[in-house]
């Protein structure tokens, strides 16, 4: 994984995020996986930018979301390309549900639990405050403690 300081070509969301830093700089992110080293090695490299910085990216899919997520460092942006979507929120424990169809978005709060549902073949763009990001397995019941994404403070 590594930041490019220039992208001459088009590139495709789905494969290469961009990361909007300090500076209104943006850097594609060569090489991203959702491995846990790899995600480590992205937050070290953009560990400057602090709670300001974010990445986008698109995601295809089709069916219900394997995991909740939080954002604890930033809103996330959602918008819906194709498709259908359905964004359920973790609120005070109970489920707050946002149904979004092309061009429709939706912000999920800093720190809100969060999962996202696909209802048939969806795309979906979002800009999201990266920094101790939190991930834990869906079940039948929402999140209650955190089992995270490493922010930089704990990237090797």
Not at 4 to 33: Q, Y
Not at 77 to 86: E, K
Not at 89 to 108: K, S, Y
Not at 111 to 138: C, F, K, N, Q, Y
Request: charged content about 20%; glycine content about 12%; some cysteine.
């Amino acid at each position: 994984m590594r930041l490019l300081n220039h992208a001459r070509n088009a590139m495709d969301l789905r494969t290469t995020p961009v990361h909007l830093g300090l500076g209104s700089r943006a850097k594609p992110v060569e090489g991203f996986t959702w491995d846990p080293q790899v995600l480590q090695a992205y937050s070290a490299a953009v560990a400057a930018d602090g709670a300001e910085g974010r990445m986008v990216m698109m995601f295809d899919g089709d069916g219900p979301g394997d995991h909740w997520e939080s954002h604890p460092a930033g809103d996330e942006l959602v918008v819906c390309l194709s498709g259908s979507v359905t964004v359920t929120r973790d609120v005070d424990g109970q489920p707050d549900r946002v149904h979004l169809g092309p061009g429709e978005a939706t912000i999920n709060p800093a720190g809100v639990w969060h999962v996202v549902d696909m209802e048939g073949p969806t795309s979906i763009l979002s800009i999201t405050a990266t920094l101790g990001t939190d991930h834990r397995p869906r079940t039948d019941t929402p999140p209650t403690e955190r089992v995270g994404t490493p922010g930089p403070e704990q990237a090797p």
